[in-house]
């Protein structure tokens, strides 16, 4: 299996969301979390090339802070891991610049993980509140690594190509 499908099933399968940007905003992936949760099933081709404002409407709940947090990602060109809603439910998410062979911005590549229990649990003083906050913990190391691995895997396919 190639290293480019590993990569795909990583995605498709990550028990959060996942997608990429490109500097407009626009979709240019979608996990098929996002595509079942968010958008009923549509197929991918129904949604790249399109807004989440476009897609969701301009008043959809969390959208105005999640579509900040993608700029500043593209002002700064810094990875950020961050705290969101959308829809009335908590993520922590991290996004991160995509880069072509020749460092140029192109996009912006995000996962999160739907913490909305443990932040519910907090709330309640749930006497496991404190191990679920943990695991939270032990799944941002996770989802930064795989962050930084994705991001260096985007550079190196890059390279391979032949410059256009």
Same mark, same amino acid.
């Given at each position: 299996?190639?290293?480019?499908?590993?990569? /795909? =099933?990583? %995605?498709?399968?990550?028990?959060? @969301?996942?997608? !990429?940007?490109?500097? #407009? +905003?626009?979709?240019?992936? /979608? =996990?098929? %979390?996002?595509?079942?949760?968010? @958008?009923?099933? !549509?197929?991918?081709? #129904? +949604?790249?090339?399109?807004?989440?404002?476009? %897609?969701?409407?301009?008043?959809?709940?969390?959208?105005?802070?999640?579509? #900040?947090?993608?700029?500043?990602?593209?002002?700064?060109?810094?990875?950020?891991?961050?705290?969101?809603?959308?829809?009335?439910?908590?993520?922590?998410?991290?996004?991160?610049?995509?880069?072509?062979?020749?460092?140029?911005?192109?996009?912006?590549?995000?996962?999160?993980?739907?913490?909305?229990?443990?932040?519910?649990?907090?709330?309640?003083?749930?006497?496991?509140?404190?191990?679920?906050?943990?695991?939270?913990?032990?799944?941002?190391?996770?989802?930064?690594?795989?962050?930084?691995?994705?991001?260096?895997?985007?550079?190196?396919?890059?390279?391979?190509?032949?410059?256009?």
């Amino acid at each position: 299996m190639s290293e480019a499908r590993i990569a /795909l =099933s990583i %995605l498709e399968n990550y028990p959060g @969301y996942a997608y !990429a940007l490109d500097l #407009e +905003l626009r979709y240019l992936y /979608l =996990s098929k %979390l996002v595509r079942r949760l968010l @958008y009923n099933g !549509a197929t991918m081709s #129904e +949604l790249v090339g399109r807004t989440g404002r476009e %897609l969701l409407g301009s008043d959809a709940p969390g959208l105005d802070e999640m579509e #900040e947090h993608s700029r500043r990602v593209i002002t700064t060109r810094r990875p950020s891991q961050i705290y969101e809603t959308l829809f009335g439910r908590a993520f922590f998410a991290m996004r991160w610049p995509l880069l072509d062979s020749r460092e140029r911005m192109y996009g912006v590549g995000g996962i999160g993980i739907d913490i909305t229990s443990i932040v519910e649990e907090r709330v309640r003083g749930d006497e496991d509140a404190d191990l679920m906050v943990e695991m939270v913990r032990n799944s941002q190391a996770i989802s930064s690594g795989l962050a930084k691995l994705l991001m260096i895997k985007d550079r190196d396919e890059a390279s391979r190509r032949p410059p256009t």
